[in-house]
């Protein structure tokens, strides 16, 4: 049920305007992650939270002559080893690429189009000039770079499904409508559909409560931490920073933001999200008049659902596997982390990524037969 609509900034000074809320199309950017990747590839067993990729560059393109890798992360830079929850907390773009590959482009692109209603997205498309263009591709589904985009409205619905157990809400701004008797003219009932295993779905909630986390894409969020109410969400940015998002969500609202100019062009002073702060505003002033304020003595607040058949284990994080001896003895400490699976999926086998080497203290190198054996220590790559 849609509680509240902005359709633009500042006061408004006209009639049938263009609503950006819930008319203008614009590319999610990395916000279409968790819909079109990550949550199809956790439904048909394709990963888990330990599973771990390899953040390298998934082709060359040409690019003013060069050849340049892609596609790029934010930070510009390659990570190597790491796994999707770290994957999905920091918004890595090459990731996402090889999980859709896997999902494959035409499942994902008819699980949002279909499953999730986002009916913005383009199958295909033609030009004036007679050229196509399509919504299923690569840098469309696993960079949200779609032709048009998709609506606040659509996404937000999108999202839905993560806090209703897996099923997918249709929004709807009234219920019903009456004339003066009482008799009903419009009936805009409920409708739902299941789009995610409920086990899917208290997984995604888990992955994306580290976004706005230390480290995370939205941790200049400061909601989670001043009403201690659980949160999760994900940002996004297209193009040249000329489209920013973060669609967030708790156990009793979600809340989806677009920041951006009627007429596209970048946005400066991109250090941090500049959607966090408006979401900040409006989700701390509607839990604290319709969550808070409701509350009595020994209330508690809701949390995201943990269904029994979940359950939590350690392992390593550079190999998704158990945690071997050799784990605790990386250079950077211990690789310890854990994760939520679905009960049988979680690591069986001993990690075999690290191994154990002499390692010269003194030179700081891996020892060669030449070094004295007082400097030698052992330690894990």
């Given amino acids: 049920d849609v509680l509240g609509v902005v359709g633009a900034r500042g006061e408004k000074t006209a009639n049938r305007v263009l609503n950006f809320a819930t008319k203008a199309k614009r590319p999610p950017g990395s916000a279409i992650k968790p819909l079109a990747v990550y949550s199809p590839a956790l439904e048909k067993g394709l990963l888990t939270w330990a599973t771990v990729l390899d953040d390298t560059p998934h082709s060359y393109v040409e690019e003013n002559g060069k050849l340049v890798a892609w596609p790029r992360n934010s930070t510009k830079t390659y990570r190597g080893l790491i796994n999707i929850a770290y994957a999905l907390k920091v918004s890595t773009n090459t990731v996402s690429i090889k999980l859709l590959e896997q999902v494959g482009l035409k499942n994902a692109f008819d699980f949002c189009y279909d499953t999730l209603e986002m009916k913005s997205m383009i199958e295909y498309g033609e030009f004036s000039d007679g050229t196509g263009y ?47 008797s009482g008799n009903v003219i419009l009936d805009n009932g409920y409708e739902g559909k299941v789009a995610i295993s409920e086990e899917t779905a208290s997984i995604m909630n888990k992955l994306l409560e580290s976004v706005p986390r230390t480290g995370g894409t939205a941790a200049s969020i400061t909601f989670d931490s001043k009403y201690d109410i659980d ?138 037969e030449w070094c004295p054996i007082s400097n030698i220590t052992q330690v894990a790559l």
């Avoid at 009627?262 to 319709?290: F, L, Q, R």
Wanted: aromatic share 14%; charged share 20%.
């Fill in 134 to 180: 399509s919504d299923i591709g690569l840098a469309s589904l696993g960079l949200g770079q779609l032709n048009y985009g998709v609506t606040v409205r659509e996404i937000s619905a999108a999202y839905s499904m993560f806090i209703n157990s897996g099923i997918y809400s249709k929004p709807r701004t009234y219920l019903r409508v009456t004339d003066s």
């Fill in 231 to 368: 949160v999760a969400g994900k940002t996004g940015s297209a193009g040249d920073y000329y489209d920013r998002w973060f669609i967030g969500y708790t156990p009793y609202y979600i809340c989806g933001v677009w920041y951006g100019y009627e007429y596209p062009k970048h946005i400066d002073n991109i250090s941090t999200n500049p959607c966090v702060k408006p979401w900040d505003a409006v989700m701390g002033k509607i839990h604290e008049d319709k969550v808070i304020s409701q509350m009595k003595e020994g209330d508690k607040y809701l949390e995201f659902n943990v269904p029994s058949t979940l359950v939590q284990a350690t392992y390593c994080m550079d190999s998704g596997l158990l945690m071997s001896e050799a784990c605790y003895h990386d250079g950077r400490g211990s690789r310890a982390e854990t994760g939520w699976f679905v009960r049988g999926t979680e690591p069986t086998e001993y990690c075999t990524t690290h191994i154990m080497v002499d390692y010269d203290s003194v030179e700081g190198a891996i020892a060669c």
